[in-house]
């Protein structure tokens, strides 16, 4: 029982550390430390659901790491890009085969994020998006609600982006935005108030979408964000508010 709980521990602490890294440090040693740990302690003792648990954090390490390197103008490395999705496939077999439902969600949406963010290619991204939106919606799903906001959220993104349908991706980026106030962090708020403003923006609702934005720069300042995270909603922002106006916000 010692040993579970100590896989436990090592798995909310990558969690918490790869929040800090993802929102306010960009360092996520500490977050890769604590899932190799869950992984490798996992394995000796057959633990098949933290081991894919670990694997899943180590994947989201790894996409944060690839994103980054988006942010700043690189191309991810094809091979880093190759990793990341091994490490959800390995995990996706590993909940798989245990029945692990809300395990096996985040392994889908781990794939999704590797096919559309960084390959751009919404058509194979979208059948994992649409398995995991069934296994976090599904009656008694055990889903975090963190999981939970990022699947509607990147549902959404599709429905804004790629099969446009402005109520379709209204409705899923305004359920991803309460699922992270019931999370109860603020960290989490300014990147879902950006993109439900932008949509609320190019579907010509000005006045909702910078009320929205104003928040998300609020927020995002006053919990000192990655300077790019804050930079992003004062874009929107600006964008909004020409559009209500009337004005050329660049």
Known sequence: MATDQSIQDLLAAGDTAIAAAAFQTGDFEDARAAFRQAQDLAGDVGDAVGLARARNGLGMVAHHENLT????????????????????RSALTGARETDAADVTAQSL????LVFQVLRQDWMTA?????????LVTAPGAEAGLYLRSEVHR?????????????????????ISLDLREDLGDPRYLPSA????????????NTARATELLARAVEVARAEQLLAHRVEDAER???????????????
């Open 69 to 88: 390197r988006l942010i700043s103008g690189s191309a991810p490395d094809g091979q880093a890009v190759e990793a990341e999705e091994q490490l959800f």
């Open 109 to 112: 949406f781990g794939l999704g």
């Open 126 to 134: 979208m059948p994992f998006y649409w398995q995991a939106l069934g």
């Open 154 to 174: 990147h549902v959404g993104f599709y429905f804004a982006y790629e099969d446009v349908q402005p109520a379709q991706a209204i409705r899923h980026l305004q």
């Open 193 to 204: 108030l950006v993109a439900l403003g932008e949509v609320e923006t190019a579907a010509g």
């Open 236 to 250: 929107a922002l600006r964008e909004a508010e020409a559009a209500r106006d009337g004005t050329d916000g660049g």
